[in-house]
């Protein structure tokens, strides 16, 4: 067993000599987990899904578990999207419920964090954890498995429409000891229910954490979900997450992955299509500075017929960032009259930013319309030149420019609080020199009449 | 106000204008008009400091400044302004953003601070609805998905809240009917200002019955062959270009 595995082996022991008596099933996985990832070890870059993604920052740290959720709650409101949503917290990995707001909730639905479900032995819990990202999945997911004990559980009953957004908000604090924390996020929509989820990962300044999230949504019969994830940690955390989305008939899943934050970030966001019907929308942007590595790796499987995705992934990279994108589309062989289009459009800031783009079609149907585009590249000049005969200097202009790169993709966001955030968030992130403040806030301001 | 002499563009080696002289004073409106071909366009996108347009001769002077020796921003900033004639889109830059940005730097040029905000929420609004626009324009992308009447409109929009001390307008009649023509007219007349002069790019005379110009002048190969008042642009309505091309050449 190499040295790096052993580090986090060891710190599962800890964990689990301290737990108390538990249903044998889940102790079974996590065994499983730990076995899994023991076999596997971290990825290493000989490795095609890893080619471009070094994982030693996280392999070769020291990442203790936190055992309270303490978090000032001044500083916390202050990181708190601002908007009426039900809202579980988790600091560090710890669920926070004085943070946590989850009075109110609407008939047919069940929100609570995982620890409270799997003391209940919940029947939500039981069956679908971990039928959807498996053990196989990556080291990572094994990994996650082997520690899981805390997160969010979700589920909606049969047309259930739940109108305030819920909000999943993981904060990271800055400390002496860096800590891991290996998140579970189950939901599970009974037929034509619909649900607006923002998981937001934000946190203090100086936070080096190690955060590995495993996400699995089971969207059943016209069940509609759309899914925030704005991770805007701060520039020094680890953020590795492995989403799973299943999907029944007539189903609609909308993700927006939000990426501005973290040193080191990795999604992996997977669609089951399984029945006709089923439409699924991924949208993403990612911003990297100074050495910020952000890899989405995306997958959907069209595994029945009449089924439907769209992807759209903008990244801008400044400094000496690295930016990586995968987007794999399978249709499987009886798969006819799916569409499928797909599209990543990269902006280098620097000279010295890098991208990886590779869309990946595997079409083993005969009767589809499928269409993939990847461009990097700089900006229009002819809109360049346009905004200077209007009196703005060249560096003014580019950094507009920049923001309505990015802005293409805020378009498909329908809640303003996260639009904002966002766009005042990479407004912010542009070099100095393209001097954009007031600017924003005057769109806003607008807005608010 | 502006004074060209002598005025020799190349465009990809080969030569648009060849010795074009004008002068244009503060308070008075020129058209020049000419047959497509003639350099109408290439002698504004020249002034405005667009990329592939080579001087190899004479000057353009602006206020006693020399313009081919100015970056692109600070001609717009001493007060040139070019309306195009294909408005470029630009798609994600919001109306508002560029209004904003552009009245600034204009104002940082004067030694001015930036504007207030509620200062300039009452100004623009104010110029919107001169345009007859609605203020969900302020929000939307510059030109995207406009109409061609929208475009012009945007372009006459930006020179009201801009103030120019001289308004360039390249074809600003092209593609619109008769009630955009109307309300863009309306636009450029208010513009008219002792301080303040315009110059009209036109293939057709119609615009000129909406702005009445002072000074007409005739662009044919790459140069001004003949200048006059209002009623040339009649008689070149009812002659066509041939006559003043067979004058110039006799």
Redesign the interface.
Known sequence: MSEDVKTFLDRLAERNAARGPEPTWIAARRQAGAARFEAMGFPHRRVEEWKYTDVRAIARGDFALASDAEFSPASAAALTLPIEAHRLTFVDGVFAPALSRLDELPEGVALMPLSAALEENHEAVGGPLGRLTGVEFSSFAALNTAFMEEGAVLRLAPGTVVEKPIVLQFLSRAGEQAVMSHPRILIQMAGRSEATVIEHHVGQEEAANFTNLVEEIILERGAMLTHYKLQEASLKDLHVASIHVEQARDSRYASCNLNLGGALVRNDLVAELNGQGAETQFNGLFYGQGRQHVDNHTLVNHNAPHTVSRENYKGILDDRAHGVFNGKVIVKRDSQKIEAEQSNANLLLSDRAEIDTKPELEIYADDVKCAHGATTGQL????V??????????Q?ARG??T??????VMEQVNLDVVAERVELAVAGKLPERFNLA??????V???E? | MLEVKDLHVTVEGSEILKGLTLTINAGEVHAIMGPNGAGKSTLSAVIAGKDGYEVTQGSITFEGQDVLEMEIEERARAGLLLGFQYPVEIPGVKNIYLLKAALNAKREAEGLGEIPAPEFMKLIKEKVASMKMDTSFLQRAVNEGFSGGEKKRNEILQMLVLEPRLAMLDEIDSGLDIDAMKVVADGVNSLRAEDRAILLVTHYQRLLDYIVPDRVHVLVDGRIVKSGDAALALELESRGYDWVQEESAA
Not at chain 1, 403 to 408: D, H, K
């Open positions: 229009d000049e002819e809109a030149f346009a905004l200077r005969t209007r009196g703005l200097d060249e003014t507009l420019l923001l309505a790169f990015a802005g293409e007031g600017l924003v806030e005057a769109a301001a607008l807005n009449e």
